[in-house]
C-alpha cells in the first residue's frame, strides 16, 4: 500500500512547493492537499493518510485543533506540525494535542525530509504488522 501524505497549508505557493518536493521524495505515494482546516479534516477522515503534514495556524480551525481531530477520528495518522514559532509551552501544545513532530518553517528544508521519512518508515512498518 503507497504512503498517503496530506498537506494542509494555507499559502497556495507553499502548499505546492511541498506538494512537488513530496511527490519527487515519495514517488509512489499519494499526496493530498487542503487549504484550510475544513478541507483537512475531511480529506483526513476520508483517506485516512499514513502522515499528515499541518500549518499550526491553518484557518478556519487552528493546526491543533485540526491536530486532535485528525488523531481522534484516524489515530493512525502521524501528525508532523509546521509552524514558525518556537518554544516551550508550544511544543508542549502540540505533543498534547497528539503531534508525532513540530518543524520549523524556516528550517523546513532541513528538517523536513527526515522526519517525513523516519515517519514513513513507522508507518510502513505499522502497515506489515497489521497484515
Known amino acids: 500500500m503507497a ?3 496530506l498537506i494542509a497549508e494555507e499559502h497556495d505557493g507553499l502548499r505546492s512547493a511541498l506538494c512537488e518536493w513530496a511527490r519527487v521524495a515519495f514517488p509512489r505515494g ?3 492537499q487542503a487549504g484550510n482546516g475544513a478541507v ?7 483517506h485516512r493518510p499514513g502522515i499528515a503534514l499541518v500549518n499550526l495556524t491553518l484557518p478556519p480551525t487552528d493546526g491543533l485543533e485540526v491536530t486532535r481531530q485528525i488523531k481522534a477520528s484516524t ?5 508532523i506540525i509546521m ?7 508550544l511544543k ?5 494535542a497528539g503531534a508525532s513532530a513540530c518543524v520549523l518553517k524556516h528550517r523546513l ?5 527526515p522526519v517525513l521519512r523516519s515517519l514513513a ?3 510502513a512498518d505499522t502497515n506489515e504488522d497489521e497484515k
Open 121 to 123: 518508515r513507522e508507518d
Open 109 to 113: 528544508a532541513d528538517e523536513l525530509e
Open 3 to 5: 504512503l498517503e501524505i
Open 40 to 46: 483537512a479534516l475531511e480529506l483526513a477522515r476520508a
Open 75 to 79: 489515530p493512525q495518522t502521524r501528525v
Open 92 to 96: 508542549a501544545a502540540i505533543t498534547t
Open 83 to 89: 509552524t514558525m514559532r518556537d518554544g516551550r509551552s
Open 30 to 32: 499519494q499526496i493530498l
